[in-house]
């Protein structure tokens, strides 16, 4: 009996709105959009119609292919698509324009936990967009930070044609080692992995771009994004488990897709799906992980899981893990140490200077080098309402952000969140003015800085009056300030201004602890920048205290470099 792949997919989404399937709230944001948009169909002024037959044709094509791995493979089985999968493709293919009949939707942005079939239904999208999607001169193409990654969904998509020779002959497809062709419409599907400037000349009709976390720079996606310009219905389907780096363009077309979903950006042009737990979920609660794992009890099996939860809960070095595979929860690093959601939570996106001007402040300085971030991080206290305020400022030189491998420097310094320097190196004078500024119209109690690099910068601003303080960056001075910064986000008592660039660097830190139990700020990676943690432990240190705690013994043996 045939199946109705639609009413699959609108039953699916009406259950998981309703609260019949247990689904997390960006799941739920993903359907209720959907079954608006079939609303606003009936209105005036919605250039979109949804194509039922369209719809359907993805599906009805998947369902033909075989399954290439494990039992059902054996068994020679065909693949059947799961609801939560029917809902995503019709929802993709089956929006067209009322006038054109073109496809709505030009970019997906999938996410989802490990072991949810991810590659075997991007090898039947990417089959399907390669020879039955009607389209002269195809070029579709699976993406990846590495070619061994990139041929996964390559490789699964060739292996199901070697399988079908009824389809390869409907299709006219040719199986070659390294790409899939049909000769009678100049059609081909390969991998790629390389670097952004060695894929010019693309004509992009279908770019499978997987495990885009992992993406450390932007230049492929943005290759493969302009390289559609010449097709009318060009598809870019990005799907990827969560990561730990904030800084590349996974991060990025995420927090896009999460402004569509939540309405914060209306772009009718994006669909967006992202399968996580959400913010007060413990994540070993069993009655959570189909949130992140739709696929549960059909490809993602329970007790494989279970183990893997019994192994997180016993050693915390695996809990990290646990979160992005399994539960696909973005964190900061495999030995985290913020609470990146209590973090969040303690956004204030309307906190400004003015609000907190007639409070103490000190002002954290931690000036790295002069081609590196710069951080200049006030902290004011309001000891009544038992509250503590942060507002950043960043310096970076030009040369910096435009070579650098952080794919959001530019887009940072656009919105004015970090303040770029013309030239090579960072411009000190422009810090030096902005101290001077805060200390004629803020209550600055004190100024403690890292002396590296810091001396000609601390000389002008001690002759300008300015309360200088040094504070070297050691265990014995970090390790307490460090722990109420962190108890202080716990306890919600610390106020930030929704700031990404401090947001970004609080999520790379890494915490050190030694055997006397302190604790100390590190970074995995050098590009993991964490300048604005340190300017504002600095900060803390010194309003909590108020005494250099600096030149004994202990600091000398106990101090590590910072970078």
Same mark, same amino acid.
């Given at each position: 009996?045939?199946?109705?792949?639609?009413?699959? &997919?609108?039953?699916?989404?009406?259950?998981?709105? &309703?609260?019949?399937?247990?689904?997390?709230?960006?799941?739920?944001? &993903?359907?209720?959009?959907?079954?608006?948009?079939?609303?606003?169909?009936?209105?005036?002024?919605?250039?979109?119609?949804?194509?039922?037959? /369209? &719809?359907?044709?993805?599906?009805?094509f998947i369902e033909l292919l075989p399954h290439i791995k494990g039992k059902w493979a054996r068994e020679r089985r065909k693949l059947e698509l799961e609801p939560w999968q029917c809902f995503a493709l019709t929802t993709v293919f089956g929006w067209v324009h009322g006038d054109t009949g073109l496809r709505r939707f030009l970019e997906v942005y999938e996410e989802v936990a490990r072991k949810n079939a991810k590659s075997t239904k991007c090898a039947g999208i990417a089959l399907y967009m390669l020879g039955a999607d009607d389209e002269a001169g195809a070029e579709v193409y699976t993406a990846a930070t590495t070619r061994d990654q990139a041929r996964i969904v390559f490789d699964d998509a060739r292996a199901m044609a070697e399988r079908e020779p009824q389809m390869r002959a409907a299709l006219g497809l040719e199986v070659q080692q390294h790409r899939l062709v049909v000769p009678s419409t100049a059609s081909k599907l390969e991998p790629l992995a390389a670097e952004g400037s060695t894929l010019d000349g693309l004509n992009v009709h279908c770019a499978i771009v997987d495990e885009v976390h992992a993406h450390k720079r932007r230049d492929v996606y943005d290759v493969l994004d302009t390289a559609r310009g010449a097709r009318e219905q060009s598809l870019l389907w990005l799907i990827t488990t969560a990561g730990s780096d904030r800084s590349g363009i996974g991060y990025e077309r995420r927090g896009y897709a999460l402004k569509v979903l939540k309405g914060v950006v209306q772009d009718e042009r994006v669909f967006a799906l992202i399968y996580t737990i959400d913010e007060n979920d413990d994540p070993l609660d069993p009655k959570v992980w189909r949130k992140a794992n739709p696929n549960f009890g059909v490809s993602v099996l329970q007790d494989e899981f279970e183990a893997a939860a019994r192994k997180a809960a016993e050693t915390p070095s695996a809990m990290a893990n646990f979160l992005t595979k399994r539960l696909n929860v973005w964190v900061n690093a495999d030995s985290a140490w913020m609470d990146m959601r209590a973090w969040d939570r303690c956004a204030d996106t309307s906190l400004t200077l003015d609000a907190v001007k007639n409070l103490p402040c000190w002002i954290g300085l931690d000036l790295a080098s002069k081609v590196d971030i710069a951080a200049k991080v006030r902290v004011f206290r309001d000891k009544e309402a038992d509250k503590w305020y942060v507002l950043g400022d960043y310096y970076l030189p030009e040369r910096a952000v435009t070579e650098s491998r952080n794919s959001q420097y530019d887009g940072w310094h656009r919105r004015e969140l970090l303040r770029v320097t013309p030239g090579e190196v960072t411009d000190y004078d422009q810090i030096e003015d902005d101290i001077l500024a805060d200390t004629s119209r803020l209550v600055v109690r004190e100024v403690p800085f890292d002396p590296h690099n810091a001396i000609e910068l601390v000389n002008h601003m001690t002759d300008a009056g300015v309360p200088m303080v040094e504070m070297r960056? /050691?265990?014995?001075?970090?390790?307490?300030p460090m722990k109420t910064l962190e108890a202080l986000v716990l306890q919600g008592k610390l106020v930030h201004n929704g700031d990404p660039v401090l947001t970004w660097m609080v999520s790379n830190v890494v915490c050190h602890r030694d055997a006397k139990d302190n604790i100390y700020p590190r970074k995995e990676r050098p590009e993991n920048k964490i300048d604005g943690v340190v300017a504002l432990i600095m900060a803390i240190g010194r309003a909590l205290h108020g005494v250099p705690q600096a030149g004994c013994l202990d600091d000398f043996l106990n101090s590590p470099v910072i970078a």
């Open positions: 009996m045939k199946r109705d792949y639609v009413a699959m &997919a609108r039953q699916y989404a009406e259950d998981v709105v &309703a609260g019949r399937i247990v689904a997390g709230q960006l799941e739920v944001l &993903a359907c209720e959009r959907q079954l608006r948009d079939l609303q606003r169909e009936q209105g005036e002024g919605w250039p979109w119609v949804f194509d039922e037959d /369209t &719809a359907r044709r993805p599906c009805e960056p /050691t265990v014995l001075n970090f390790s307490e």
